[in-house]
């Protein structure tokens, strides 16, 4: 039987497997081989990409030689300097062919194994994002503490209700993710990036192996806790107000301009009713200053929101996106009344 294959010649139902690596010498290789031994019972095609970020180790002749070893469907990617986890994600993401997309780190503590089932998931749940769910994480109390924190500020935030937000290892249909630019440090986010493309019950989570790191380094550390709480100002952000920024800075001028205005007609009060004196009284500088606060940021609401016009105006961005999946419609035309169309073309 003939293998299907897309428009585009791509065969359907094809997997592209991405993995950053930075500074991952020593797992390289041992990356390598682990994923062609969980992928070897996978019944449709796949090809692996491989995204050295600028490591300064030996990462990348590893990949070259590799790569060479075992053929074309091995392919490396080297960035001219370490962008990033989330730079080089979407460096893979960009170069991947296939229908679906699996993503997961390079030091081996993802399974690769857990890939063709996640895959399968996938599809029988007819979702668009499946997460891996390190249930039984090997990892000490100084990462899991922070990270357990951190899913449920962002699960309460975004609404993206998730055990494990930080788990590299995703499988997306390659149509959404595509649909969403990564940049920054929104790797951490992406769950929550995609729930703006596609509805939350089309992103689902299943529980996946974890394994300790046995060579390289973590890049990680606790520091990381600070930049996710400001990342998830953006993704808040963005998530609700990328195209009417001006609700979000009018409420915050709103609620300054309420507060202040309060203050001062307390105190015209007791100036010009009760003919105290408040000039020397802290709350009048209190209110003044949230006044001031308020102008401030109701004129930045209206800058953000010209801003924001010109930004979906003059580009090919929309402030919606149409299901992909929408179904055929017939040829356009209009609606018009029966009688006058007899009358017109008995008139003919």
């Known amino acids: 039987m003939a293998?299907?294959?897309?428009?585009?010649g791509t065969p359907s139902r094809a997997l592209s497997v991405v993995i950053p690596m930075y500074n991952e010498a020593d797992n390289a290789r041992p990356m390598v081989e682990r994923v062609h031994q969980g992928l070897a019972a996978y019944t449709d095609p796949w090809e692996l990409i491989l995204v050295d970020d600028g490591s300064r180790d030996d990462t990348s002749r590893q990949l070259r030689t590799v790569a060479a070893e075992l053929g074309g469907h091995v392919r490396v990617i080297r960035l001219r300097r370490n962008f990033g986890q989330t730079a080089a994600m979407q460096a893979g993401i960009d170069a991947a062919r296939g229908e679906f997309v699996a993503t997961l780190d390079g030091d081996l503590q993802?399974?690769?194994?857990?890939i063709p089932d996640m895959v399968r998931e996938l599809q029988q749940r007819d979702l668009d994002l499946l997460v891996g769910w390190r249930k039984a994480r090997q990892d000490n109390l100084l990462r899991r503490i922070p990270s357990r924190l951190a899913n449920w500020l962002?699960?309460?935030?975004?609404?993206?209700?998730?055990?494990?937000?930080?788990?590299?290892?995703?499988?997306?249909?390659?149509?959404?993710?595509r649909q969403v630019t990564l940049y920054g440090e929104m790797h951490r986010f992406i769950p929550?990036?995609?729930a703006a493309v596609t509805?939350?019950?089309?992103?689902?989570?299943?529980?996946?192996?974890?394994?300790?790191?046995?060579?390289?380094?973590?890049?990680?550390?606790?520091?990381?806790?600070?930049?996710v709480i400001i990342d998830l100002l953006s993704v808040i952000f963005f998530m609700n107000f990328r195209a009417r920024?001006?609700?979000?800075?009018g409420a915050i001028g709103l609620a300054f301009g309420i507060v202040g205005g309060l203050i001062l007609l307390d105190l015209a009060w007791v100036k010009f009713i009760g003919g105290e004196d408040i000039g020397n009284r802290p709350l009048l500088l209190v209110g003044i200053v949230c006044v001031i606060a308020s102008f401030q940021f109701l004129t930045t609401g209206i800058l953000a929101e010209l801003l924001?016009?010109?930004y979906f105006e003059s580009s090919d961005k929309r402030s919606y996106l149409v299901a992909l999946d929408s179904p055929e419609q017939p040829p356009a035309a209009w609606k018009r009344d029966e009688k006058a169309k007899d009358a017109t073309s008995q008139s003919a």
């Open 3 to 8: 293998e299907q294959t897309g428009t585009d």
């Open 110 to 114: 993802n399974d690769p194994a857990d």
């Open 154 to 177: 962002i699960g309460r935030t975004t609404g993206v209700r998730l055990h494990d937000y930080g788990c590299s290892l995703k499988i997306y249909r390659a149509d959404v993710i």
């Open 192 to 194: 929550a990036w995609v």
């Open 199 to 227: 509805p939350p019950d089309r992103i689902g989570e299943t529980v996946v192996h974890h394994n300790a790191r046995v060579a390289g380094k973590s890049k990680y550390g606790i520091s990381r806790t600070f930049r």
């Open 245 to 249: 920024p001006a609700h979000f800075f």
């Open 308 to 310: 924001a016009r010109t």
